[in-house]
């Protein structure tokens, strides 16, 4: 073994106070000690330092100027349904638009053991997510002769399971490296609450997925929103994994972001009450941006407008359509990461196995909407909630979000009673 980067390892880890993370390294086979060594060369700990400071600070945003954003009606267009449909079919056609599926996530709160897209929502077909998002994209494909392909972002934790999963089901037709792609998404520790990144079961450094914000960075990186230009792709569509009835090839979302020549179109679906806790659009600052309920005062979150709809109504479903060129650009751009306190099996100072049974950690994530600010005009999309909203986020016992409201929105939507 290089004895040189052992004791340059030592001398960051010094640097940071993080000499603990050397702890289990006896005890690793060579090449895990290799893997521990590129990890703390790797690892940027002044973001990691002032990550930790962040969790001493409340973020106040008090002195954000919010307004509402201008959305359309998918409904309410009237002629002009025709003729954005139009625009985006040509476009489809003439194989412009990729899907782009977020699977990276942990679905901590679904506690199903493998890659959330794997799992059966209990319909009499028994498909998985996977499989639910796969039908949907092969059938509308067919509409517009075309395949429309398909990236899936994975994280470390989860892309050999994703893989090996899509193997087995030989990849639902279609055909890797040719029309689907898999990449990773990227990763940052976990420390606790004293600043001390934590070590995971396999004695390296614990890391977690950097959350949906990224999702730019790491198309760029992993060479996608090139290929998507060698493919001729012009717009991607990204959505999450968890959400059933996602419709990832809409013309009428492509036509109005050609028409109006923005480069982020978005679906909304309008809030089931004033004081539902989801994210909507809003303008921060003049800016597109998403606000979370978090955020919003009760007489904002009631106001209306002459029709009787609430000023800040639209709800940020995660569906949204970009620009290949907008990804890079976002790409380039580091996002603010939010945190986040969650339970995280470590090893202890005693090389022991913590399993926790309340929070004792943090996690950062970027927030892929965080993006949307760099964007002067982009355009809302309301659409109905039972036709494209059919979120799996909780277990059963939750009863909201969860496999039993998912499974039942998604038979209703297909007549499958
Ligand atoms: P959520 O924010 O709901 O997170 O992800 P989650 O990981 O599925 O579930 P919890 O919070 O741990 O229970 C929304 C979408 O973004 C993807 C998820 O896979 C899901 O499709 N996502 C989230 C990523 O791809 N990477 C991340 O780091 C976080």
Known sequence: MDLRRLENAKAILSKYHQEHL???YDRLDETGKKALLDEIENIDFDLINSLYNSTKKETKHNKDEITPIEYLDKFKLNEKYKYYENIGKKAIKE???????????QGTRLGHNGPKGTYDIGL???KSLFELLSDNLKEEGKKYDVTIPWFIMTSKENNKATVEFFEKHKFFGYQKDKNIFFFMQ????????EGKILIGEN????????????IYESLVKNGMTKKMKQMGIEWAFIGGVDNCLVKMVDPILMGIAIDKKVTVACKSVVKANPHEKVGVF?????????IEYS????DMAEATDENGELLYGESHILCNLFSVDAIERMGANPLPYHVAFKKAKYIDKDGNLVVPDSPNAYKFEAFLFDAFGSVDEMAVLRVKREEEFAPVKNSDAAGVDCPKTARNLYKKFYNLD
């Open 22 to 24: 050397l702890n289990q």
């Open 124 to 126: 009499d077909s028994h």
């Open 203 to 214: 004695g390296l450094i614990k890391l977690a997925a950097d959350g949906h914000g990224g």
């Open 295 to 298: 955020e919003i005062t009760e």
């Open 282 to 290: 809003c303008k921060r600052n003049g800016k597109p941006n998403v």
């Open 186 to 193: 990227g990763e940052l520790p976990m420390i606790d609450t």
């Open 95 to 105: 194989g412009k638009l990729a899907a782009v599926t977020m699977a990276g996530g």
